[in-house]
């Protein structure tokens, strides 16, 4: 049974570019969550996707994040002109919705510095 | 507002020791409630959950929860302490229903010394 993956693990970029991180969920899994965390805090909801619907944005997700999971598979998130404060660990995890609840396993996370 | 409150941003213990990692939260509506472990440079590993069945909740390693309603809290034991234990632990909650996201705490560093 493998578990969620991302990729890349790390990227460093300059400030103003773009860039994209992919997460593959456990198969079978219908929900897919992005979370950012930043040092020294926990994780903080970015958005999620019940299948390839993507249902609820935070407020931290403004105009210059993206989000898709096409086929209800992998998803991507992009970050456009990207400024220092995008500097954080975002983590994905994904989860199988049985009931009124549900358990999120985590991603190994992808490491963003911008310079 | 829904929040958990993780007191004590780093715990040191000896090993062999217990180790108490405390969480309380606040809502108006019952919550689901977790403790996750990360490891330095990993993601976030589920230790337990109490999801209102049994309100003490056994997880891996050794540790296990109870979920005091009437202290709105859930804290974290392990009657001893394994140098592997030297980790961040977070608690979170969720509220079920359509989200079901996971709100965390800011995290307890445990720290375990020989």
């Known amino acids: 049974d493998t578990g969620v993956s991302q990729n890349p693990r790390h990227k460093i970029t300059k400030r103003g570019q773009n860039v994209t991180f992919r997460c593959d969920p456990i198969?079978?899994?219908?929900?897919l969550y992005w979370y950012r965390q930043t040092l020294g805090q926990g994780p903080e909801f970015l958005t999620y996707f019940q299948n390839e619907a993507q249902l609820e944005k935070s407020r931290l997700l403004s105009d210059r994040f993206s989000a898709e999971r096409p086929k209800g598979s992998f998803s991507t998130l992009e970050i456009q002109r990207t400024e220092q404060g995008d500097s954080a660990m975002y983590l994905c995890?994904?989860?199988?919705?049985?009931?009124?609840?549900?358990?999120?396993?985590f991603g190994p996370g992808t490491r963003l510095t911008v310079l | 507002a829904q929040s958990v409150t993780q007191l004590g941003s780093h715990v040191s213990v000896s090993e062999g020791a217990l180790v108490l990692l405390r969480c309380n939260y606040s809502s108006s509506v019952p919550p689901y409630l977790f403790w996750y472990v990360q490891y330095p440079n990993q993601g976030l590993q589920l230790l337990l959950k109490y999801t209102s069945a049994a309100t003490l909740v056994k997880g891996i390693n050794g540790f296990e929860a109870e979920f005091k309603k009437s202290e709105t809290s859930f804290h974290l034991t392990k009657p001893s302490a394994h140098m592997s234990d030297a980790a961040e632990y977070f608690c979170a909650v969720s509220f079920g229903g359509a989200t079901n996201k996971l709100i965390f705490g800011t995290g307890t560093l445990l720290a375990v010394q020989p």
């Open positions: 198969s079978e899994h219908n929900r």
């Open positions: 995890a994904s989860s199988l919705v049985s009931g009124f609840t549900d358990t999120q396993y």
